[in-house]
Structures are given as structure tokens and as C-alpha cells.
């Protein structure tokens, strides 16, 4: 027989958020995904929005623990998360949980993952969602080490060493293509369908694999700015497609990134959704990266692991 209900999960971002009902084991027993991330609640609160999405789910099994992870715990969500700093463990996690006062019923207690803060006096930097998916990938890779990647809007670079996280980056490549494309001259040479996030097409794989081997020609800090209008020349020489420039714009921006968070040798585990994989796979094989793929479910693995250590469960 299958284990019994014993946590529910959200994972909650910005835009969206994924809820799951887990059994004393891990298993997800039922899963939910809406579009009422933080920015998102069309004038619902977030009580109101964690009923609509797991208050059944409570009703049926009782008053569960809930845990929920993600830019929910942002000054913007409902209860500001403290950051931990790293370098920093599951233990670290759990000793690091925000309590939600007045948890809707029929809820248990409701309590927030804390983000990450890498305090550096210069560059600080801070991660809040992506590191419970990453403590989700070492569970399911059965890994206490490694180089993984979690691409998006900013993609987020993150050491683990011994099961901890020792360092992380944040690479605004996805904001920055955005702008970019859309409030540039660049923009002026590139068709309106072709997005940094979406698949790379048949017509426009050559126009990303020309601009992630521009990326490994670069040199120095400034290459990259000095790159970047050649979009705009190449189009109007001829030399690029319209219908290449955006994706040659997309392959040089995610082939600086990917030459300066590997230092141009390291492999790396990719935690990321189909389409954002499938550019930076294709991304490092031009730059003979080895990389691999993290399995599907990373960020309810990563929460379970928290709230095991947490004693939740």
C-alpha cells in the first residue's frame, strides 16, 4: 500500500506556483500547477490562493504541515524569509524556516524556506527557490558534489561541496536578451518570434550555433559589449538572417555565460524545463562542456529533504 499523506509543498514563484501532497516517503500522491504566482493573485490573498490549491488535499488527510519554498518567502511574498548565509546545508535550511502566523484552516503549521546569501563585500548575491531544487537534484543523483545550473530569466550557477552549498552566481542572461531584443536597435534586425527561452528551431540553429562560437572568441571583460553591435552590422552586410539574429544574439549571450561559469573546462548538471535545456546542452557541446541533465521533480525532492530535516515529517 502506498505510504500515507504527510506534507504539502508549494513551490512558488513569481509567476506561478506548483503545489504537490507527499507521503511519509517522498511519493507524490497529487500534484497542482496555476498561474497565482506572487505577482500574479488577481486581488486573492495568499491564504485565499494555498486553500484554492491544497485546501482539499487538507481536508482529506487532515491538518498536514505545509512547507513552501520560493520568491513566496521574497519581501514582495507573504512572509519575508530571512537569508542564510553559505556556505550551508539541509540543516542550515531547516533551522533557517519562517512560520507563517495564523495559518488558513484546515492547515497545519505553514512555515517558508529561508533563502541563500553569499556575502561577499563586493559582489553579494542571493538565491531564494533554486537552492531546494538543487538540494533535490543531489537527492535524486544520489551526489553530495558538483557544478549545477538552473537557466532562466537569471540563471543561477551553484558549487555544492560535500552536500553544501559553497558558492553561487546570478547571470542575468535571460533579462538581458530580453531587453536587448526588445528595447534596443538590436531588435530592429530580428523577427518578433523567436524568444531566448523558447526551442531552438530548424531555421535558427545556425544563427545560435554562430553566436555561441562568437561568445568563445571573445576576449577580455569588454569583448562581450564590442560583440554585441555586430549583431546589428552582420544584418545589415547580409551576413545573418533576420531570421538567425535573435538566436545568434541568444547563443552569445549563453555562451559567455556558460565560458565564464565553467572557466571554459568544468562539466555541469543542468536543473532546468525543456526548452532552456535543450540551448544550453546545445551550448556546451559546441564548447566541449561535459554536461548532464538533473531527472524531473527536483524542486518536491528538495522540499521533502527540508522538511525531513526540519522534523516535519
Known amino acids: 500500500m502506498p505510504a500515507p499523506a504527510a506534507l504539502i509543498t508549494l513551490d512558488w514563484g513569481t509567476t506561478s506556483l506548483r503545489a504537490y501532497l507527499q507521503a511519509a516517503d517522498g511519493a507524490i500522491l497529487d500534484s497542482r500547477t496555476a498561474f497565482q504566482g506572487i505577482m500574479s493573485l488577481d486581488g486573492a490573498s495568499f491564504a485565499d490562493v494555498l486553500t484554492a490549491n491544497a485546501g482539499a488535499w487538507a481536508h482529506a488527510h487532515g491538518p498536514l504541515p505545509v512547507l513552501l519554498s520560493g520568491m513566496i518567502g521574497s519581501r514582495q511574498g507573504w512572509v519575508e524569509a530571512r537569508y542564510v548565509p553559505t556556505p550551508a546545508g539541509l540543516a542550515d535550511l531547516a533551522a533557517g524556516l519562517t512560520p507563517v502566523p495564523d495559518?488558513?484552516?484546515?492547515?497545519?503549521?505553514?512555515?517558508?524556506?529561508?533563502?541563500?546569501?553569499?556575502?561577499?563585500?563586493?559582489?553579494?548575491?542571493?538565491?531564494?527557490?533554486?537552492?531546494?531544487?538543487?538540494?533535490?537534484?543531489?537527492?535524486?543523483?544520489?551526489?553530495?558534489?558538483?557544478?549545477?545550473?538552473?537557466?532562466?530569466?537569471?540563471s543561477k550557477w551553484v558549487r555544492v561541496d560535500g552536500g553544501r552549498i559553497a558558492r553561487f552566481s546570478t547571470y542575468m542572461t535571460g533579462d538581458v536578451f530580453a531587453a536587448l531584443k526588445g528595447h534596443t536597435i538590436l531588435g530592429r534586425m530580428m523577427q518578433s518570434e523567436p524568444t531566448g527561452a523558447q526551442p531552438i528551431k530548424a531555421q535558427s540553429v545556425e544563427g545560435f550555433r554562430r553566436g555561441v562560437l562568437a561568445a568563445r572568441a571573445l576576449e577580455g571583460p569588454g569583448g562581450l559589449l564590442a560583440r554585441l553591435f555586430s549583431v546589428r552590422a552582420l544584418g545589415l552586410t547580409g551576413r545573418l538572417a533576420e531570421a538567425d539574429s535573435a538566436d545568434f544574439l541568444s547563443g552569445l549571450l549563453i555562451g559567455t555565460e556558460l565560458a565564464d561559469a565553467t572557466r571554459g573546462h568544468e562539466g555541469f548538471t543542468l536543473v532546468a524545463n525543456a526548452a532552456l535545456t535543450e540551448r544550453y546542452a546545445a551550448a556546451a557541446d559546441l564548447l566541449g562542456l561535459a554536461h548532464a541533465s538533473a531527472p524531473a521533480g527536483c524542486a518536491p525532492a528538495g522540499q521533502f529533504a527540508v522538511a525531513k530535516a526540519a522534523g516535519l515529517i
Open 103 to 154: 495559518a488558513p484552516h484546515p492547515f497545519g503549521p505553514v512555515a517558508i524556506v529561508p533563502g541563500l546569501l553569499r556575502d561577499d563585500a563586493d559582489t553579494p548575491d542571493v538565491i531564494r527557490g533554486e537552492e531546494v531544487e538543487v538540494f533535490g537534484a543531489l537527492n535524486r543523483l544520489h551526489r553530495a558534489d558538483g557544478l549545477f545550473v538552473l537557466p532562466g530569466t537569471h
